[in-house]
């Protein structure tokens, strides 16, 4: 049956009706599921709002970016890194095989359609998914399955404090910086202390820039390898023996023994440890590439001095922008996350499904693309054979004697 239209909901775009899931965003992660029903033949529409695949890694990191779990963490399924590949790729290298994959697969998302509004149509127990494109035309899909792959870094997070606004120097998100060239000699004011705000640090000494970190309450800095083992590694090896609280008494003791008390340096660390931080709220522990040291080599700690900065780098974190198009509020909360928590945010009822928000990185990503896909695959499959047998049933003509 086709969805019928609703009085306050006029429509004059285009109107196009998928056989198969609509898919939003075509990151990594909705790359993976569209790899995943390539594999099974269901087809499908990935929409995504840039010009480009993986736009976050193409258009908002800066250059000198490495993945920072190793490499077997970060592969997406189906389809390993090439063997040449480092223990932690650059962010060209990621790139670049995240261009073979949708080549390798034959996906083709439909670029520069920013999904706009998503709502289940009770009446046919269809969903129908507005875009707009950079022509300002508006179309809209309908589909039966709506897979929320728009990341959990879909916008920047740009807050307001006194005296932004008056500030006459340069001042940008972490994810429009680039490179530290045009701050050569200059004084910097980073604010935030993630993974973004210490590594566009350590890149603007690089640059003989002269950076200023804002931590505002606490941060686990651990180092990237323990003993020559990636830390991340050796954490998801001891999870399977030990509880978490435990793993995290010993990434402590080895960050003391290999950076020392980090607290002299401004940088308290939280109550909770880091793994169960990370589980229970999301904050990524910082793994360290280089920074702490530049810390140590002669950075002041400023506590309620004036700086006089020339530019200001806001390394303030990201969003999810779910709320602002998705109307459901059963999956989805206001934070823009699935409700239930891993592993249960995946699927929702009346054909939505979540991937990538489980705050467990690319690993995470694309455990959840594996499972959607299959159960995608499995309805679409059962259906299509059905719909097959009844079109079949009734095309069928008794021969004529
Ligand atoms: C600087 C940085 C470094 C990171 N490094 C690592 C790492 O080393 N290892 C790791 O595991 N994880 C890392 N992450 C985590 C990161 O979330 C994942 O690497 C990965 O990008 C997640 O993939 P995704 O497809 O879920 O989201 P994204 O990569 O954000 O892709 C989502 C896509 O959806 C599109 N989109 C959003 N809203 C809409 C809309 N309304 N309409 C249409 N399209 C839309 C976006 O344009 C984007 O292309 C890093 C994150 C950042 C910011
Ligand atoms: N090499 C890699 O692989 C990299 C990976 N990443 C990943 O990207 C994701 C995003 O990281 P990131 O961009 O660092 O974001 P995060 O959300 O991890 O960090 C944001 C930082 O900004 C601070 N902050 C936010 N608002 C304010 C404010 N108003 N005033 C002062 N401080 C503020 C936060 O402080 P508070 O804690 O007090 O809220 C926090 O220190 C993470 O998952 C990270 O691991 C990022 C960079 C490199
Ligand atoms: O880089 C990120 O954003 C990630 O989410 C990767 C990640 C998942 N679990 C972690 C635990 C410690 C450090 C990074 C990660």
């Known amino acids: 049956m086709l969805p019928a ?94 261009e073979s994959y949708a080549r390798k697969f034959d996906i083709e998302p439909k670029f520069n359609e920013s999904v706009q509004s998503a709502k289940y149509d009770e009446s046919c127990g269809l969903w129908r998914v507005k875009t707009v494109s950079k022509d300002n035309s508006t179309t809209e899909y309908i589909c039966r399955w709506l897979v929320v792959a728009s ?52 890149d ?87 920074t702490l040291s530049r810390i140590r080599s002669g950075v002041e700690l400023v506590n309620g001095e004036i700086l006089d900065v020339d530019s200001i780098i806001l390394a303030t974190g990201y969003s999810s922008n779910v709320p602002s198009w998705l109307k459901e509020n059963e999956f989805f909360s206001k934070d823009g996350f699935p409700i239930s928590p891993f592993p249960n945010s995946w699927k929702g009822k009346a054909g939505i499904y979540a991937v990538g928000f489980t705050r467990r990185g690319l690993s995470g990503a694309s455990l959840d693309a594996i499972k959607v896909a299959q159960d995608i695959g499995k309805i679409w499959k059962k259906e299509t054979k059905q719909k097959n047998h009844c079109v079949g049933v009734s095309c069928y003509r008794k021969p004529k004697p």
């Open 5 to 98: 239209f609703e009085h306050d909901d006029f429509f004059t775009g285009r109107c196009i009706l998928v056989n198969g899931p609509v898919i939003v965003g075509a990151g990594p992660s909705g790359l993976a599921v569209g790899a995943g029903l390539k594999q099974q033949g269901v087809p499908f529409v990935i929409l995504e709002r840039a010009n480009c695949i993986a736009s976050l890694w193409q258009n908002r990191t800066y250059d000198r970016l490495k993945l920072h779990l190793p490499k077997q963490f970060c592969e997406l399924p189906y389809y390993p890194f090439p063997e040449n590949f480092p223990e932690y790729p650059t962010k060209h290298q990621f790139i670049n095989y995240l």
């Open 151 to 202: 990341g959990e870094n879909a916008e920047k997070v740009v807050p307001e404090f006194e005296g932004l606004h008056e500030f006459e120097g340069n001042v940008i998100h972490a994810c429009d910086y680039k490179t530290g060239g045009i701050y050569r000699g200059k004084r910097v004011l980073v604010v935030g202390c993630g993974n973004s705000g210490m590594e566009v640090c350590l």
């Open 204 to 290: 603007l000494c690089h640059h003989q820039a002269s950076p200023s970190m804002v931590v505002r309450s606490s941060v686990h800095v651990l180092p990237r390898e323990i003993f020559g083992k990636s830390t991340f590694e050796l954490a998801v090896s001891l999870m399977k023996w030990i509880p978490i609280w435990l793993v995290d008494k010993i990434l402590l003791a080895a960050a003391r023994l290999i950076l020392g008390n980090i607290e002299k340096y401004g940088l308290k660390r939280p109550t909770m440890g880091p793994l169960e931080l990370k589980n229970c709220e999301g904050k990524t522990p910082v793994l360290d590439i280089g």
